[in-house]
């Protein structure tokens, strides 16, 4: 019998000694001391997160979608009509959507998990492995799921990240899909932030005026009802999250204790990693914002976990699209700390003048 509370133990953060010797050989490369800025930034950070300098190139990236249904999607917060999420859910797993696409460029595989979509049995039995109900309570009146669902939901994220990390997965990225979902993650990232409903409201799928006005109120509503459990990670999931967003932080959170680095996406993404970081501290040192978003509740996300994105393209979309772009810049920060000669190999003489320490 599973034990009833969900528990993570205490964090390792990545390796100091591996961060400490990738800076050192980054400063013997032929080039100039910082030179490739923010990529050398990135290549530190995977050295440290493989516990080892130079790092190893990434052989198996993988794109994990956590896909549901959200009852608040009926009161009109979506340019998209709910149906959307299951046909799309098919258009994934016939490798047609941008994801898809996007991944195989990239030199990454893409998993889909059927958590909480609206039908009444997944497309194929191996994606539902985990479903936990179909849509969620609409938020702004009642909980999205109950106490048992929420739980169910974060072992089903942490079981994946740990049969991920088992199949030989070395970097992870949890995707989005479900019409409706930036909703409740606006709410988790206005509770979690302290922010008032209406600075986090943004324009999701591409919403008017109207229908922007519907999603502010309905966030407004659900918030009041996030922050009377604001303290319990776990009920808030229950309250205001949905499935697949449980599912994700318990994924994030569980990449961390198997101290596997995580890209993350756009809003929902950060949402969830909002509360994966109350329920594992610590945990955000494992994960690099892969984007910056137009949403505004993104930005207050990416603030509060202190991350800085990579990329700022204004992809929206979600499904982890953001995040796979990025993922070649981190492939180049890796195999430049591997593959890039030393002054000493080069025969090539240093600076005259030593560079400033940082």
């Not at 990738?22 to 516990?51: M, Y």
């Not at 990454?108 to 539902?128: K, Y």
Request: contains cysteine.
């Amino acid at each position: 019998m599973e034990p009833d509370d969900i528990e993570f133990p205490e964090i390792t953060p990545p390796d100091d000694h591996a961060r400490s010797d990738a800076i050192a050989l980054h400063g013997k490369l032929v080039k100039p001391a910082g030179s490739l800025g923010r990529l050398e930034e990135l290549g530190v950070w995977i050295a440290a997160c493989q516990g080892q300098s130079p790092p190893r190139p990434f052989t198996r990236p993988r794109v994990v979608v956590f896909a549901g249904d959200h009852g608040i999607a009926a009161k009109g917060v979506s340019a998209y009509p709910a149906e959307v999420t299951a046909q799309l859910l098919g258009t994934m797993l016939t490798g047609g959507a941008a994801i898809n696409v996007l991944a195989a460029a990239a030199g990454a595989s893409v998993r889909v998990v059927d958590l909480a979509v609206d039908t009444e049995a997944p497309a194929t039995r191996s994606i539902g492995e985990y479903k936990v109900r179909r849509g969620s309570g609409s938020i702004d009146v009642e909980d999205a799921l109950t106490a048992a669902e929420a739980k169910a939901a974060i072992r089903a994220g942490i079981a994946v990240a740990d049969a991920e990390v088992d199949g030989g997965a070395d970097l992870l990225i949890p995707g989005d899909l479900g019409i409706g979902n930036s909703t409740p993650a606006s709410v988790l990232v206005a509770a979690l932030t302290g922010t008032e409903p209406v600075a986090v409201v943004g324009r999701g799928s591409g919403i008017d005026d109207q229908a922007w006005m519907r999603k502010a109120a309905a966030v407004r509503d659900a918030l009041r009802r996030a922050r009377a459990v604001l303290t319990d990670p776990v009920a808030l999931l229950r309250t205001t999250a949905g499935a697949d967003i449980a599912a994700m932080a318990g994924f994030l959170a569980q990449a961390a204790v198997r101290r596997t680095p995580v890209v993350l996406d756009g809003l929902v993404a950060c949402a969830a990693a909002l509360v994966a970081e109350d329920l594992a501290p610590g945990a955000r040192r494992w994960w690099v914002a892969g984007q910056r978003t137009a949403e505004p509740a993104h930005a207050l996300a990416l603030e509060h976990l202190d991350l800085g994105p990579l990329l700022e393209l204004d992809v929206r979309l979600g499904e982890g699209t953001g995040a796979v772009t990025a993922l070649p810049l981190l492939m180049m920060a890796a195999r430049v700390l591997a593959e890039t000669a030393t002054h000493e190999q080069a025969g090539v003489s240093g600076p005259v003048i030593p560079a400033p320490a940082s």
